[in-house]
């Protein structure tokens, strides 16, 4: 009951006042299954993608944290193949730092810091952490690319059905400067 309340105030917050480049939603009607979307951020080597992230609401949250996952891959020396997140506001303490009074937003605003500020102490995935430490132009073009390959599809959609619809629409306009007809309207 206490898991309900809470995640109804957290999804009305969420929608009413969002952090800027997050959303998060329910999914069919589960209420302990959620989908949150991370901007990347500007000057970051996910900057202009998307990523699509799945949470789980435990039984006992807010006493236990949510469990969070990229659905999307991302090249990160905190997130692993999987999209699993090493980030210390998921675990329970000793070794991580969730408390009750954190919220799904502050948990979402964090890993979306994390993103930019990778832990290069608490790596999940050692080779990428190395490659950030000794060769980071290396690793910023491996992110870029993994950005562009899996997280700005949508993007290029967009901007190739905008393409593919100027100029049928520029004709249109032509067509009806050059119509001498009376415009019909219907009844």
């Given at each position: 009951?206490?898991r ?7 999804l009305q ?10 959303t ?37 949250y807010p ?7 990229f ?16 980030h ?17 937003s ?9 993103m ?30 993994w ?10 959609t ?22 001498d ?7």
């Amino acid at each position: 009951m206490q898991r309900t309340s809470r995640l109804k105030r957290e999804l009305q917050m969420l929608s009413m006042e969002p952090s800027p480049g997050i959303t998060c939603w329910q999914t069919e009607g589960k209420m302990d299954e959620l989908r949150a979307q991370i901007v990347g951020g500007a000057e970051t080597p996910f900057e202009g993608g998307v990523f699509l992230l799945e949470i789980i609401v435990p039984d006992r949250y807010p006493f236990e944290p949510p469990k969070m996952r990229f659905l999307t891959p991302i090249y990160h020396p905190n997130i692993d193949n999987n999209g699993r997140i090493c980030h210390d506001a998921l675990k329970l303490p000793p070794r991580g730092a969730w408390k009750p009074s954190l919220n799904i937003s502050t948990v979402l605003t964090s890993i979306q810091l994390l993103m930019a500020e990778p832990n290069l102490d608490d790596p999940l995935m050692a080779d990428i952490s190395s490659e950030l430490k000794y060769s980071k132009q290396v690793y910023l073009e491996k992110a870029k690319r993994w950005t562009e390959q899996h997280a700005v599809q949508s993007n290029k959609t967009v901007d190739s059905v905008e393409a593919q619809l100027q100029p049928s629409t520029l004709k249109r306009e032509a067509q009806d400067k050059t119509e001498d007809q009376p415009k019909r309207t219907c009844l």
